[in-house]
Antibody, heavy 116, light 108 residues
C-alpha cells in the first residue's frame, strides 16, 4: 500500500532553515508528482509547491517561492522540502501529499515550530 | 490563482440531521475537486474525489455533487464521529492546489 513517511518534529530559531523529508513506498515514486502543504494552527491548509518526481521540475507558491526548495532523490524514493529564513509565522504542520491513481495520499505531517 | 469560497464557516447540527456544505470556485476546474474531513491534530482525511466519487472505506452517508464552479458535500444523517472541520480542495497532479477556508460542524 502507498505510504508517505515524514521526518520528525523540528524546533528552530527565527532565521534558521529546516529540511523535512518524505519517504515513500508502495508505488513507483517517479510516476506521480509530490506536493507540499502546510497548515498553521487554526488555519486552512496552504499549498506550498510541487515537484515532478520524474524530471525534478518544480513550481512554488508566490508566498514562499523566495525561501522554499523542493527536491527529490529517486534512488531513495524520497522528496524533501527546505524552507529558509524561518519566521514565527512558519510555525505549522508540514505535509507531503501525492495523487496516486484516484486517491490523494498524505503523510502524517511534520510539526515545525519557530521560536526564539 | 483559483479562489475557493466555502460556506458556511460554522454549522451547528444534531445527530441525524442532513448537512450540506457548499464550495464555489472562481473558475472551472473540470471536477478536480476533493472533500476532506479533519479532526484536531490529525492529517486531513480524504472523503470524496473528482467531485462526486466516494473514497474507499468512507461511509455512504457522505456524498458529493456539483460541476463547473459550484460543488456540495452532503452528510445524509450526521453521526457523532462526523463532528469535525471539512475542507474542499481543487487539485490536479501538475498544478497548484487550493483549499476552501473550512466548515466546522459543531454539535447543536
Amino acid at each position: 500500500q502507498v505510504q508517505l513517511v515524514q521526518s520528525g518534529a523540528e524546533v528552530k530559531k527565527p532565521g534558521a532553515s529546516v529540511k523535512v523529508s518524505c519517504k515513500t513506498s508502495g508505488y513507483t515514486f517517479t510516476s506521480y508528482a509530490m506536493h507540499w502543504v502546510r497548515q498553521a494552527p487554526g488555519q486552512r491548509p496552504e499549498w506550498m509547491g510541487w515537484i515532478n518526481t520524474a524530471t525534478g521540475g518544480t513550481e512554488y507558491s508566490r508566498k514562499v517561492q523566495d525561501r522554499v526548495s523542493i527536491t527529490r532523490d529517486t534512488s531513495a524514493s524520497a522528496a524533501y522540502m527546505d524552507l529558509d529564513s524561518l519566521r514565527s509565522e512558519d510555525t505549522a504542520i508540514y505535509y507531503c501529499a501525492t495523487i496516486a491513481g484516484r486517491t490523494v495520499y498524505w503523510g502524517r505531517g511534520t510539526l515545525v515550530t519557530v521560536s526564539s | 490563482d483559483i479562489q475557493m469560497t466555502q460556506s458556511p464557516s460554522t454549522l451547528s447540527a444534531s445527530v441525524g440531521d442532513r448537512v450540506t456544505i457548499t464550495c464555489r470556485v472562481s473558475q472551472s476546474i473540470n471536477n478536480w475537486l476533493a472533500w476532506y474531513q479533519q479532526k484536531p491534530g490529525k492529517a486531513p482525511k480524504y472523503l470524496i474525489y473528482r467531485a462526486s466519487s466516494l473514497e474507499s472505506g468512507v461511509p455512504s452517508r457522505f456524498s458529493g455533487s456539483g460541476s463547473g464552479t459550484e460543488f456540495t458535500l452532503t452528510i445524509s444523517s450526521l453521526q457523532p464521529d462526523d463532528f469535525a472541520t471539512y475542507y474542499c480542495q481543487q487539485y490536479n497532479s501538475y498544478s497548484p492546489w487550493t483549499f476552501g477556508q473550512g466548515t466546522k460542524v459543531e454539535i447543536k
